[in-house]
Every structure is written in structure tokens, then in C-alpha cells.
């Protein structure tokens, strides 16, 4: 059976200019779940990424632990989703709508708490695909079938006895291990917000689809040592 880890990208730059840039904690993070991996005495026959900088630069650190690491395969599939359009669509209707936390905006890209409050509310009306005044952007059905085809084509394209490592984001992992245990999309949403940084998730191939077997594993990452490896934003 083909046998999949899945690896959420490293610490990025929250509240920076550039978010898809993984800061040093980031780096050390990807860096650990390599040497993680190997010590297991994983041998990788694939190593999957979507395009963005912060799930390549995982990728490419992560990798260094081999000797002979297997070649980087980009696939757009397991990129994110668009968080900033969401944010341009429906931040102004949901401050609208909770005074509570209009009166809490100016600190939200300071306060981890009061942004996972902000963007719960907004994720609602994406999976709701309310309506908004701004340009048109992926939905929640586009977002989820686009990852669920990805999916597929790592079975259809690789041996059923390869070992894949696939390095993407929060939001891809939730899918992945939704359309594994059939999950609701509301459900699926709600994983998103527990997925660590280069936490291990863990599916194999089944005649049906794929079993998940293992989610968010950071032994890795708390063994080290260092509170700041463990993190979710």
C-alpha cells in the first residue's frame, strides 16, 4: 500500500509583511522532522510540495537529513488557500456583524487569539459562500476538490508501495484527513485550527481511498527541547 506523510509547512512570518516566508524557528522545525524521519529508518521514494516558498524551503530543509533524498515534485494542488482574499471578502461584514470584535481589530495581527476568533467567523461565511463585494477567488468546494484531486493522482501515478512525503499547509492536511474519515466540510475546518507546524500526518492506500493512521504527531518536535518549535502559527 502506498504510504503517505503528510508534513505541515514550518513556523511561517505571521504578521510580517511577507507570510509565506518560514521564520528561523520554522527552519529548525523542518530541519528536526528530516532527522525525525530518518532516525525511523524512513526511506522515501517520493517528496511532493505545493509551489508556495514556505512549503518548498520545508521541503528542501527537511530533505537535507538524507543522503540521497528523492527530488522535489511540485504540485500546485497542495497549495493553501487564498487566506488574504478571504480576509479582503468577509472581514468588514463579520466586524459588521460582532461589535466584540470590531472593537479588537487594530490587534489582530499582534494577538494570535483575537486572529483565530476574526478568521473562525470569516472561514464560516467561505464555507457558507455568502455573499461579497470582492474579486472573485476560489471557494470552499473549488478549494476542497482541488486537494481531493491531488490526492488521487498520488495514487494513480506512483507505485502502491511507494512511500511519499508530502509537504503542504494547514488547510490541505484538514482535507486530506476529512475525505479519509468522510468528515463534514464544518469538521474539516475545525482540524484546520489544531495542525502544527511540521507535525506528521500519516495515510496509506486502501482499496477504497486512503486510511488515515496517524494525525499531528510533534513527538519530534517536543523532544527537542525548545518550546519555540512547538507552534500552530
Not at 36 to 56: E, I, K
Not at 64 to 73: K, L, N, R, T, V
Not at 158 to 178: E, N
Amino acid at each position: 500500500m502506498t504510504t503517505l506523510y503528510i508534513i505541515r509547512h514550518g513556523q511561517a512570518s505571521f504578521g510580517a509583511e511577507n507570510y509565506d516566508k518560514l521564520s528561523a524557528p520554522g527552519e529548525q522545525q523542518a530541519t528536526v522532522t528530516g532527522q525525525h524521519l530518518v532516525r525511523l529508518g524512513l526511506r522515501l521514494d517520493h517528496a511532493v510540495a505545493g509551489d508556495l516558498s514556505r512549503q518548498q524551503v520545508t521541503a528542501r530543509r527537511a530533505l537535507e537529513a538524507w543522503d540521497a533524498p528523492p527530488a522535489i515534485e511540485t504540485r500546485p494542488e497542495f497549495n493553501e488557500y487564498n487566506a488574504d482574499a478571504l480576509f479582503r471578502a468577509y472581514l468588514g461584514p463579520v466586524l459588521d456583524e460582532h461589535p466584540d470584535l470590531a472593537a479588537q481589530h487594530d490587534e489582530m495581527m499582534r494577538q494570535p487569539r483575537v486572529f483565530q476568533r476574526i478568521f473562525e467567523r470569516v472561514t464560516h461565511k467561505w464555507l457558507a459562500d455568502a455573499d461579497h463585494d470582492a474579486e472573485p477567488f476560489e471557494g470552499w468546494n473549488a478549494f476542497r476538490s482541488r486537494v481531493v484531486a491531488g490526492l488521487a493522482r498520488l495514487r494513480d501515478d506512483y507505485d502502491r508501495r511507494a512511500r511519499i512525503a508530502l509537504f503542504t499547509s494547514g488547510g490541505p492536511v484538514s482535507v486530506c484527513v476529512g475525505e479519509s474519515l468522510g468528515l463534514a466540510p464544518e469538521a474539516i475546518v475545525q482540524l484546520n485550527w489544531v495542525v502544527n507546524n511540521c507535525s506528521i500526518t500519516l495515510l496509506r492506500s486502501s482499496r477504497d481511498g486512503w486510511r488515515m493512521t496517524g494525525f499531528n504527531n510533534i513527538t519530534h518536535l517536543q523532544l527537542a527541547g525548545r518550546d519555540d518549535l512547538v507552534t500552530l502559527r
